[in-house]
C-alpha cells in the first residue's frame, strides 16, 4: 500500500487531507484522530493527501520523494507568463538534426519530466523507449514509409513527401534525427491516448528547454497501425503509442510562425 498511515506524532487533524483525497480514504470517525483506510485498494498515488498535509504527517512508500522548495505556491515565479508564452512560440516542430547524440544524463532530464504528466485515474501505466541505434532506426523509417505509401489513403496523403524526404536524408521518416522517443500504452481507449499526448508534451517542452528539439511523429503510430508486424521494430507491445523524434537542431528561427488566434465563444 502507497500510503502506510499518519504520523500521530505530528498530525494536528486538521482534516485537510480528509478533504483533500479524490477517493475519500483519510476518515475522522471520532472526531479526534484521522485514520486512513484503503481495504479495496483505490488509493490512487496521486500524494496530494502528502503534498498538501501542513504538517508533513502522512507516511507512505515506494511512491518516490516529495520535494519542497520555495516557490512552490508561487508558480507565477517560476516561468512568468510572459516567458511561458514567448517559449511557447519558439517551441516548434523541429525537422533538422545535427549528428551529435544526447550525452544520456541530458536524455535523461527528458524522461523525468515526461514522469510529471497527468495520466487518467494517475494511472502511469505507459512505458518509454528510446531508439538511437541508426541501423535500427533506418528499418523502421524503411518499413513505415513503405507501408503508408502502399496504403490509398496515407500514400495520397504523404507518398510523394516522404519519396521527397528520401532523396534527403537517410532515415526519411525521422529526418536523420539521432534519436526517436516511443511512448507506448495498453490503454488503446481515449485516455491512453491522451495520457500518451501529454507525456510527450511534457517531453517536449523539456526537451526544448535543454537546447533539443523535437517533433511528434504520427507516421510512425500510423505505420504501425496498419501494418502491426512493425511494432517489433519499434521494440513495442502496446497497441496505442505516440513517438517523437529528439536531437540538436539544427534550425534557426528568424520569427515566429505566424497563427490566427481564435475567437473565444463567451469570453
Ligand atoms: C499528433 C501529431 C502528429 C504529428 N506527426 C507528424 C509527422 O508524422 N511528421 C511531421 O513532419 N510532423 C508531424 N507533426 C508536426 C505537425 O506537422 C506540426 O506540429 C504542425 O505543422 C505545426 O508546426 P509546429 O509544431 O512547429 O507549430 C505532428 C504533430 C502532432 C501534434
Redesign the pocket.
Known sequence: MPIIGIDYDKCSTCGICITTCPRRLFKDEEGDKINFEDPNSMCIRCGHCIARCPEDAVLFEEMGESFEFEEINKSEEIIAFEDMYKFFQVH??I?RYKKQKIPKEVIQKVFNAMQWAPTGRNMRSETFIIISDKEQLKALSNAIQEVLTNDKAWGWLYGERLANLAKEFEIPVYFDAPHLIIVSSQLSTPIGIQNIANIITYGRLAAHSLGLGT?????TQAGIELNPKIRKLAHIRAKALGAFTIGYPDYTLYRT?PRRLKHVKGL
Not at 215 to 219: F, K, P, S, V
Open positions: 516548434r516542430s525537422r517533433c511528434w511523429n504520427g507516421w510562425p
